[in-house]
């Protein structure tokens, strides 16, 4: 059991530029998670994969947002078009068989 | 939506001082967990526990599901247990999201 791992840690764009954040969850994980969390908030939920399937999307995941899971195991989530608002931790967890949710290190997203 | 509260906001000890953190949720749920969130924004899991008491080292908690509330217990405080708690809950049904409180700033001085 290696943990959950995100990549890259930190990311640095201008404003306008895309950005693809990797996350690798527990290899014995079908459930995969995104939140995001801004400075002083706790974290907000943005998606949610069982398998390849993505079966919730939060409102605050405009179309700029896309996640992906094809093969039910690494997940990536693409921001298009960044604006500064989009600056946060972007985190990712996984969970299996229980609800308990276990969280990466997180990419830090900083939006010039 | 279900909506948590932690408290108190802001929290600063003496080492060796013991606290109590809470947690309200206003509807029913069926996952629960404490985080502590390191400096570098880690989030570590502390407990799993939508009901029920469980113990770690000087760490404990309790969830009164009934009553809609969990405490977190650090006893013998540690410069190490400064940081941000976090509790999240997740929804009864399939629901498997969490809704996460404020959380709690805590300092230790030494």
């Known amino acids: 059991d290696t943990g959950v791992s995100q990549n890259p840690r930190h990311k640095i764009t201008k404003r306008g530029q895309n950005v693809t954040f990797r996350c690798d969850p527990i290899?014995?994980?079908?459930?995969l998670y995104w939140y995001r969390q801004t400075l002083g908030q706790g974290p907000e939920f943005l998606t949610y994969?069982?398998?390849?399937?993505?079966?919730?999307k939060s409102r605050l995941l405009s179309d700029r947002f896309s996640a992906e899971r094809p093969k039910g195991s690494f997940s990536t989530l693409e921001i298009q078009r960044t604006e500064q608002g989009d600056s946060a931790m972007y985190l990712c967890?996984?969970?299996?068989?229980?609800?308990?949710?276990?969280f990466g290190p997180g990419t830090r997203l900083t939006v010039l | 939506g279900i909506q948590v509260e932690q408290s108190p906001p802001d929290l600063i000890l003496q080492e060796g001082a013991n606290s109590t953190l809470r947690c309200n949720f206003s509807?029913?749920?069926?996952?629960l967990q404490w985080f502590h969130q390191n400096p570098w924004g880690q989030l570590i899991n502390l407990f799993y526990?939508?009901?029920?008491?469980k113990q770690n080292g000087r760490l404990s908690a309790t969830t009164v599901a009934t009553e809609r509330y969990s405490l977190l217990y650090i006893s013998s405080s540690q410069t190490t247990d400064s940081g941000v708690y976090f509790c999240?809950?997740?929804?009864?049904?399939?629901?498997?999201?969490?809704?996460w409180g404020l959380g709690t700033s805590l300092a230790v001085n030494p």
């Open positions: 994969f069982q398998n390849e399937a993505q079966l919730e």
């Open positions: 999240a809950v997740g929804g009864a049904g399939n629901n498997r999201k969490l809704i």
């Open positions: 526990i939508p009901s029920g008491t």
């Open positions: 290899s014995e994980h079908n459930r």
């Open positions: 509807d029913s749920v069926n996952n």
């Open positions: 967890a996984s969970s299996f068989p229980l609800l308990e949710q276990f």
